[in-house]
């Protein structure tokens, strides 16, 4: 499947998007909710959280000790309040003159002087979609080369060597009593606790198959560290349920509480508008149709795809051929064939 960014940089003359670095950590979710006053902040996150411990080390542990609570990610809390944050967070750096010059924007002219009169919508903060996540994963179009096998590294199931996992991320059986803080393992192409640590949630609904129809509840990629080393790899996804129902004895639902998973967080990329005009929409429409014609035929993705386009026309073809020859028969089954 195409991965493209709605972001232009002229220079390198590509699309691209953006991830975050790390993932969002408990600091974070008390700055932005209490508005830059932490007394705010650390109220809401402990009427947000289910996580008791966590709480009683904010309020008892010593400086250093809270600061590394606080650099935790952000976990036990509702679908609802990740959603809260990321909407109070886009709100503050749009209402704040300094954030709202660093959030990155589309192009004022168009990448090839076609539509200088457009608008340039700035950004807006939101969960990566499932494909976005795996890509940086997989080290994107910086792992396009090869080993020395032929191989690309895009397609190992690792971006690293599988017995080096424990320098990348905090999984068992290392991992012990829960989350550590962000940043303390090497990064992955610039980006740390990609797997291990938390799983993150993604801005899609999990389905059995990326192209299947069968949607279920939320999709978190990554693993967390209660998962096993051995289970870990750019491709493994887990369902996460919303709302988590309680039963008595005999199954039946007494009540249902939203879920609080301590092995589930998120990390933030930055999106925008895809079509802010017609001219623009005109523009990329053409790009794209020269993008099918040349760049995409090179690709293992263009490839496999034109070959499957190919075997497919093919067995169609026999199909009908095998259908007509049913269809004289039987005249009974020839009403069904048809």
Known sequence: ???????YDRKEDHWFYYLGKYEVT????????GEGDEKTGLARFYKATDNKKQVKKLKTSSKRGKLQNLAQPLSWITWQEFQAFIHQYTLWCYA??????????LPKKDWKARIDKDRDPPGFFRLPTELEWEYAARGG??????????????????????DKLKEYAWTKPHSK??????GRWKDIYGFYDLFGN????????????????????????????QDHARTIRSSFRREIEIYKPKEDRKGK???????RSPTTGIRLAIGSLVNPSPRFHDAIEEEYDDYEKTLRKKTVVGKSTGDALVRGSEELKEAYRTIETLKKRDAKLSRKLA
Do not use: W
């Open 1 to 7: 499947l195409p991965i493209s960014g709605v972001f």
């Open 26 to 33: 408990v600091a974070q979710y008390v700055a932005v909710m």
């Open 96 to 105: 704040d003159k300094n954030c709202l010059a660093k959030l990155p924007r």
């Open 141 to 162: 179009y910086l792992a396009l080369t090869t080993e020395k096998d032929g191989s690309p590294l895009f397609e190992k199931s690792l971006p690293f060597p599988g």
């Open 177 to 182: 009593k829960g989350v550590t803080r962000i």
């Open 198 to 225: 938390v799983q993150e949630l993604t801005n899609h609904s999990f389905v059995a198959e990326i192209i299947q129809g069968k949607v279920g509840a939320l999709s978190a990629r990554g693993g967390s560290f």
């Open 253 to 259: 639902i007494t009540k249902v509480t939203e879920l």
